[in-house]
């Protein structure tokens, strides 16, 4: 009897991934096939400057803190700036220990409109996105400043699935990791 059972919650585990993974491509397909004529360039220009704006936020948090003579923006772009290196470290290590291969390699269909390295999973540009974005989010605590990084998180994101380099799951994986980093770098210095 215990056999059975236990068959049948691998049967249902086997179930579950293959209508998740189903689910994951069609979403993939739909975002692949379906986006704002012309918008492409633009896409392919976000996924191309994300580190070049992550850097950029952080000097420009570093000047300012020098332009209004607030020690407490120096320190938000130490923060931002550990952040950013935890980024670097952890999406590549994460990305050699579950190796998924990229969509457009395993889907004849997905058309591949950018670069991407090896391993799809998780998506390095969602994570330092929205690594940034919760970071910026919890130090200045504006709506305006919330609104502003969330907003280019998610264009990161959906720019990388509409490319066809990632799977949603690889972007939905990046956003909650990149999130999940940016608050423990902020409890670990006692700021979330």
Not at 90 to 107: A, C, D, G, N, Q
Not at 125 to 133: D, G, I, T, V, Y
């Amino acid at each position: 009897m215990r056999h059975d059972s236990k068959n049948s919650f691998v049967f249902q585990v086997i179930l579950f991934m293959n209508s998740f993974t189903a689910i994951d491509t069609a979403l993939l397909s739909w975002f692949n096939h379906h986006y704002i004529p012309g918008s492409i360039p633009f896409l392919q220009f976000i996924s191309a400057v994300t580190t070049y704006v992550s850097i950029a936020v952080v000097i420009m948090v570093f000047i300012f803190s020098f332009i209004r003579k607030q020690s407490l923006l120096r320190y938000y772009s130490l923060i931002l700036a550990i952040v950013l290196i935890a980024v670097a470290v952890v999406s590549p290590v994460m990305k050699s220990l579950i190796y998924r291969e990229r969509p457009f390699y395993t889907h004849q269909h997905i058309e591949k409109r950018s670069e991407g390295g090896e391993s799809s999973f998780p998506s390095g540009h969602s994570m330092e996105a929205f690594a940034l974005a919760v970071t910026l989010s919890l130090c200045f605590r504006r709506k305006s400043v919330t609104i502003t990084a969330v907003t280019w998180a998610l264009l990161v994101g959906y720019s990388r699935i509409a490319l066809g380099v990632h799977y949603p799951s690889d972007v939905l994986a990046g956003m909650l990791i990149g999130g999940f980093l940016g608050w423990l770098i902020l409890y670990i210095f006692k700021m979330a």
